[in-house]
């Protein structure tokens, strides 16, 4: 896919079964007036995929679907992928499993939820052609918060626990 190409388009081979899933989710997340409880949790996976496409497909826009414009988080992962870039790594494949979703707290337009997930399948392609999976990591705990803008819902906060 070229990449001036909108990360969304559909023209040649860009398109990914995986999408069918991504874009209902992600329909889902900019319908909803508030989300309900039980939907946090699809959400929350529709954003790890879109990231984990983002990386896989070098396709730093992609980041705007799972993030508010212009937040450091946003930020964060466009400049992680482009020192990846600058240093010939291509990730493969990336797989985030989430093991534990608490919602801590839920209105019509904020999301407060407790998240204990795993980077449990990274597999990288360094310039020389090697090819590396990489250690899964142990189980991470965080606090995220969704809100939602003119775009939809987002990740506006990240914190460990």
């Known amino acids: 896919m070229d990449k001036a190409e909108p990360f969304l388009s559909v023209t040649g081979h860009s398109m990914r079964m995986d999408w069918v899933a991504i874009l209902a989710i992600m329909a889902l997340s900019n319908s909803l007036a508030g989300p309900a409880t039980d939907q946090l949790p699809a959400m929350l996976d ?5 990231r984990s496409l983002a990386f896989e497909t070098g396709r730093a826009d992609a980041f705007e679907l799972v ?15 482009a020192s990846y870039i ?16 608490d919602v801590v707290r839920a209105t019509a337009r904020h999301a407060t939820m407790r998240v204990t997930d795993q980077l449990t399948e990274a597999r990288i392609r360094l310039s020389d052609g090697t090819v ?8 991470t705990r965080r606090t995220l918060e969704l809100t939602l803008t003119a775009k939809g819902w987002r990740i506006s906060a990240v914190r460990q626990r």
């Open 46 to 50: 529709g954003f790890d995929q879109v």
């Open 67 to 81: 993030y508010p414009e212009a937040s450091p988080l946003l930020m964060d992962d466009q400049e992680l992928l």
């Open 86 to 101: 600058r240093r010939g790594v291509d990730i493969e494949r990336m797989r985030m499993t989430v093991l534990e979703v």
């Open 132 to 139: 590396r999976d990489l250690p899964r990591d142990q189980p």
